[in-house]
């Protein structure tokens, strides 16, 4: 049986691998600022395939000891991460429907937690 501690930290693991995901769509987003297939372009895009293929292999570890309905359900917390590196990095504004959307992104992961 696993105690409280062990618990939390595969959680914070999990989310960890999560952030770091999100790196990939903040690549993106840096990548569409330049112009098509420019050297910029062609860097942005390199470093997020990098992300992706990384993401890839501690993905599989995070999610060790989850079910899959838990796993895929806090990766859903992508949306927030994005939203908060939208708005400090690239100064996109945070609408009332945003916060209703994390809200609810959230409510549902933990329903999910609490049920597993």
């Given at each position: 049986?696993?105690?409280?501690?062990?618990?939390?930290?595969?959680?914070?693991?999990?989310?960890?691998?999560?952030?770091?995901?999100?790196?990939?769509?903040?690549?993106?987003?840096?990548?569409?600022?330049?112009?098509?297939?420019?050297?910029?372009y062609?860097?942005?895009?390199?470093?997020?395939?990098?992300?992706?293929?990384?993401?890839?292999?501690?993905?599989?570890?995070?999610?060790?000891?989850?079910?899959?309905?838990?796993?895929?359900?806090n990766?859903?917390?992508?949306?927030?991460?994005?939203?908060?590196?939208?708005?400090?990095?690239?100064?996109?504004?945070?609408?009332?429907?945003?916060?209703?959307?994390?809200?609810?992104?959230?409510?549902?992961?933990v329903?999910?937690?609490?049920?597993?």
């Amino acid at each position: 049986m696993e105690n409280k501690k062990q618990i939390i930290k595969r959680y914070i693991k999990l989310h960890l691998c999560i952030l770091f995901y999100t790196m990939s769509s903040i690549m993106s987003k840096f990548a569409s600022r330049f112009e098509f297939l420019s050297f910029q372009y062609i860097v942005c895009f390199v470093i997020m395939f990098g992300i992706l293929g990384i993401y890839a292999i501690i993905w599989q570890q995070a999610i060790k000891g989850f079910s899959p309905s838990v796993a895929y359900s806090n990766k859903s917390v992508t949306t927030i991460w994005v939203l908060l590196f939208s708005n400090i990095l690239f100064q996109e504004g945070i609408e009332i429907q945003n916060i209703i959307g994390a809200a609810l992104i959230i409510s549902g992961v933990v329903v999910v937690a609490k049920n597993e």
